[in-house]
């Protein structure tokens, strides 16, 4: 099974044309992005990755409108919510519902209309605690999600998530992630910057920078297997083991960025180049593998 099988639909709601981003520093000027050219199309799960001090951040933060450009051109035609690293740099309220509301305060929305919104928009985020509980009493797994849920309760459908998963444990970061697939199914866009490759397997286009500026954009499979390996090229599926072949033997756009592929995918690569496994399509979670193992048809000395 592939992991972003999901389709989205083609309408663009977020495009940055030629955008410049520099900033006065005490020797000068610092150029942080350079002539970015993106789109964000909207349900798109779009990854942003980069080495530290790439621009990711930057990037998120002009997405977000929090981020003045210097040069170029943002369109973006509804409101963009930011879900920060830190939640306990976000949270001002005392008590989740006080919380929500002072986003909701700040977005003009009736003071009637917050109950009915606050209640929803944590059950999207997957905050299942009563409304007048206590931030300090959560966990920092549900600290996100009540910003995850502030976002929500301000009506925004584009959400910029900017390495939320850096300062959770693994099960948190699960959870997480399985909190933004559920709202990508609702119709929701995300933009998940990241600097965990194995978080790319959800996205439907990984954008990678280098430097300030763009230096790859395509689908995860291409990113970690080179472009041959995406099943849409012109050779077509059928032929998509045999490019992943050819793709084994030189570096993929991920490597050439200086990233390590997930686990799941250098083993792939490596059956792939024994001839184990014959995978058609860009094998990207560890159950995408079991399955093209199980799938085989004929196995080495099982005959
Ligand atoms: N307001 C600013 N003034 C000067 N330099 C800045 C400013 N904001 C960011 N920078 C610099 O721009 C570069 C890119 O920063 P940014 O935070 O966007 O990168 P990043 O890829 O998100 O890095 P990280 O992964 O470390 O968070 C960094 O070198 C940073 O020091």
Known sequence: MQATTQPYTRDRVVELDGVTVAFHVQDGIRTVLRDIQLTVDAGEWLAVVGKNGSGKTTLARVLARVSPVSKGRVSIDRPVQMVFQNPDAQIVGETVFEDLCFGMENFDVPQTEMPRRAAQA??????????????????????????????????????????????IDPSGRRQILDTARDLRQQGFTIVWVTQRMEELAYADRVVALSEGRIAFVGSPGEFFYGPAADPTAPTGPANAHTASEENAAGPSPCEALGFD??????????????GVVDFRQPILLPEDLVRAVMDREVVDGCR
Do not use: N
């Not at 299942?128 to 929500?152: F, M, N, W, Y």
């Not at 592929?261 to 024994?274: D, K, N, T």
């Open 261 to 274: 592929a997930p686990y799941v995918v250098q083993v792939a690569r490596r059956l792939a180049e024994a």
């Open 122 to 167: 944590a059950a999207l985020a997957g905050l299942h605690v009563p409304l007048d509980t206590p931030v300090e009493q959560l966990s920092g797994g549900q600290k996100q999600r009540l910003c995850i849920a502030s976002a929500i309760a301000v009506a925004s459908d584009i959400l910029v998530w900017d390495e939320p998963t850096s300062m």
